[in-house]
């Protein structure tokens, strides 16, 4: 693929290092202060408001879960890839995604669509809360 295009046309869709929980303090802050919290059989997700511009990823998948690392890459690529199609979605949240013992056996449209509805139930979460932090305040 040529790459003929002047650099500030090209849009860039990476999971960029600002995208990412880096730092276990990054991770405890999550699994202390969860404020959103969205659980099936394959996931849970759990997410807090971070007050930056942007939403931030970090992920928990387990060999204890998920026994194959073809398996854990397989659902890291996944979540990663839906979390980057839903940054706009998700804006000013750090998250954090764990597996759970049905992730292995279920397949690349049934993850997707489970992150999507994951992601949509987070959003739900949080617009009735700061509602909620509204009403108090006035």
Do not use: Y
């Not at 303090?25 to 849970?44: I, Y």
């Not at 997707?112 to 739900?124: F, M, N, P």
Request: glycine share 4%; with cysteine; hydrophobic share 35%.
């Amino acid at each position: 693929m040529p790459r003929n295009t002047p650099a500030k046309q090209r849009v860039t869709n990476r999971f960029s290092r600002q995208a990412r929980l880096l730092s276990s303090d990054d991770f405890q802050k999550v699994f202390k202060q969860t404020s959103c919290r969205s659980v099936d059989q394959r996931l849970t997700v759990l997410a807090r408001q971070n007050g930056l511009g942007h939403a931030r990823l970090g992920l928990a998948i387990s060999k204890r879960t998920i026994k194959m690392a073809v398996g854990r890459n397989r659902v890291k690529r996944l979540v990663r890839e839906s979390f980057r199609q839903h940054q706009q979605l998700l804006m000013g949240l750090d998250i954090v995604v764990l597996s759970r013992n049905a992730a292995p056996q279920a397949s690349n449209p049934e993850l997707t669509s489970a992150l999507h509805t994951h992601w949509q139930r987070i959003t739900k979460q949080l617009a009735k809360q700061l509602e909620k932090q509204q009403c108090a305040k006035a």
